[in-house]
């Protein structure tokens, strides 16, 4: 008896990743091609690695007063779709198929709005 594949993702979730959905997500335009990666590197505090305040800040819940250095983020609400950890344990924030605020303002050859149409 063979068992039965199962799709990688669903709804633009990887079955194989910590999902944490993060607010800081909204639809793509109608008809967008996804065709960018956007690879960042964060630590938080900045060179602070494994503590959980990365997902604490994507997820609007990071305690601002815990750190000096997190008064300056007070103001942004940003995820990206995925996280790797330094362990290589791997975090989605957010559905491949929406658009996470991840770019900014940004603009890659010549295309502007790159959350629009990327992973990050």
Do not use: K
């Amino acid at each position: 008896m063979s068992a039965v594949a199962q799709p990688l993702f669903n709804q633009g979730w990887y079955r194989y990743a910590r999902q944490l959905p993060s607010p800081n997500v909204d639809d793509r335009p109608a008809g967008t091609v996804v065709d960018l990666l956007v690879i960042h590197s964060i630590s938080l505090p900045p060179g602070v690695y494994g503590g959980g305040q990365i997902a604490e800040f994507f997820q609007n819940r990071l305690d601002f007063d815990a750190h000096p250095y997190f008064d300056g983020l007070r103001a942004l609400r940003v995820s990206s779709h995925f996280l790797i950890a330094r362990t290589g344990a791997l975090t989605q924030f957010a559905s491949a198929e929406q658009r996470a605020w991840h770019a900014g303002l940004s603009s890659f050859e010549g295309r502007e709005r790159c959350n629009d149409f990327s992973i990050g």
